[in-house]
Structures are given as structure tokens and as C-alpha cells.
């Protein structure tokens, strides 16, 4: 005979401590389940604007104050009658080899990318515009962990008064904690 058919379920629930720590688990799968919530890729124009990729930009001080992760999205803006966009290695990066580039990204001067894999990328132009400045180099990193606010949960009060569900988490979480303590 198994040694669980004895076990008393009734018992067990009436002892307030188990119901706490089943109620502690379910919290904590709750917030597992909200923290896998994918970020929003974004669109980051190189450059700064719609029409950036050209000489005498400073690429490296915009790439500086961006932040690159797998999923976003480069966008390109450049006249294509004079400029290109092409994915090179740091070799050819640093030296404006545009010869045996890894990737031509120029279509039609409206052009995206998408940052795939976490690891530095580069581009510059070719016909000697890398020589003038057209070229980048961005690090990108993997989606961020979601911030914690106290070091227990992945949200915060702002995010959550912007999101129905993650509110009502928000409530069950702050309650269920309060009855805890009782």
C-alpha cells in the first residue's frame, strides 16, 4: 500500500502555514508567468532621424547613447543614388573595405535590419563615404530582464496601472501578501 493514501488532505489544509506556502507558490508562478512577457522590439533610426545616413553625422556618439537589443529593428534613411549600407566585419570596419561585405542591406534608401543575434554589427558605405564618417558599429545585447522594483517583483506600479492584467497581479500579489501576514 502506498504511504500517500494515508496522508490526510483535510488535516493539511486546515494547517494554516500549508496554505501559506501553497499560496506563496502560486504567487511566485504568477509572477514567473507575467515576467516572461517579451519586450517590444524597437525601431532605432541611425543617426537620430529619417534621413541620417550621410556624411558628417557623429554615428559613433548616437550608437553611444542607444541601447541594442535581439529583436530591434536599424533603420537606415539615405539618398541611394549616393549612399550605400553595408553589413561588414570589424576589419573591414575599421579600415572602410566595402569589398566582401558580409550583407547589402541598401534597397531603397528606406532600409531596415533586423538586429537578430547578440554581438557587435557594422556598417559603413561604400564609394569612400566610410572615409567621410558612414559608418557604425552597435553592440547588441539580449532582452533585458523586466526591472525589479523592491527585489521581489518584476513590475512596477507605473507599468501596471498601464496593463489591466498586470494590475489586477498587482492586487491579488499585495493581498494575498497581506493575508500572509496575518
Not at 537606415?76 to 547589402?104: A, H, P
Request: glycine fraction near 6%.
Amino acid at each position: 500500500m502506498l504511504k500517500c493514501a494515508s496522508f490526510n488532505w483535510r488535516q493539511f489544509w486546515r494547517e494554516k502555514e500549508c496554505v501559506k506556502i501553497i499560496l506563496a507558490c502560486l504567487v511566485l508562478l504568477m509572477v514567473t508567468v507575467v515576467n516572461t512577457e517579451s519586450r517590444q522590439p524597437v525601431l532605432h533610426r541611425v543617426g537620430g532621424g529619417r534621413f541620417t545616413w550621410k556624411p558628417n553625422v557623429n554615428f559613433t556618439d548616437w550608437a553611444i547613447h542607444e541601447q541594442f537589443y535581439v529583436g530591434d529593428w536599424l533603420y537606415f534613411g539615405f539618398n541611394k543614388q549616393l549612399y550605400t549600407v553595408l553589413e561588414v566585419n570589424k576589419t573591414s570596419y575599421r579600415d572602410c573595405i566595402d569589398e566582401n561585405f558580409i550583407k547589402n542591406i541598401t534597397k531603397g534608401g528606406r532600409d531596415v535590419f533586423n538586429l537578430t543575434e547578440a554581438k557587435p554589427y557594422y556598417f559603413i558605405s561604400s564609394r569612400g563615404y566610410c572615409f567621410k564618417g558612414m559608418k557604425v558599429a552597435i553592440v547588441v545585447q539580449d532582452s533585458p530582464p523586466f526591472p525589479l522594483t523592491n527585489g521581489y517583483l518584476p513590475i512596477t506600479i507605473s507599468s501596471a496601472s498601464n496593463s489591466p492584467g498586470k494590475f489586477v497581479l498587482l492586487v491579488m500579489v499585495a493581498s494575498t501578501s497581506a493575508w500572509m501576514l496575518l
